[in-house]
């Protein structure tokens, strides 16, 4: 069965840092794409950062670009998504997904498989 499950989300200051993570399996990881989208309550799902499937390459959208970091441990059927300087934009349920094939952009609909989301809330 395929899964993407995602963890590290939670309740952090303006200013401070989390780092997420999502492990799947059920397919070889090294074989997609991954990407980090987020949703915030009545926005549109907006797209983060992307990694190639051999982890060369990767992608940021303008809001998050110096801020957040994506790495990938093919190994260990793991995404990371390093996230410093946490502002409360940045509040919304955050999902990883897979993409077949070596590189992809940042819009959703280029995706495949999707995991549940982790909520991660930025207040003080």
């Known amino acids: 069965q395929l899964q993407l499950v995602e963890s590290g989300g939670g309740l952090v200051r303006p200013g401070g840092s989390l780092r997420l993570s999502c492990v799947v399996s059920?397919?070889?990881?090294?074989?997609?794409?991954m990407g980090w989208f987020r949703q915030a309550p009545g926005k549109e799902r907006e797209g983060l950062a992307s990694?190639?499937?051999?982890?060369?390459?990767?992608n940021y959208a303008d809001s998050v670009q110096g801020r957040f970091t994506i790495a990938r441990d093919n190994a260990k059927n793991a995404v990371y998504l390093q996230m410093n300087n946490l502002k409360p934009e940045d509040t919304a349920v955050y999902y990883c997904?897979?993409?077949?094939?070596?590189?992809?952009?940042?819009?959703?609909?280029?995706?495949?498989?999707w995991g549940q989301g982790t909520q991660v809330t930025v207040a003080s």
């Open positions: 990694i190639s499937s051999d982890g060369g390459t990767t």
């Open positions: 997904a897979a993409s077949y094939g070596w590189t992809s952009n940042l819009g959703f609909w280029e995706y495949d498989y």
């Open positions: 059920g397919f070889t990881l090294k074989d997609y794409a």
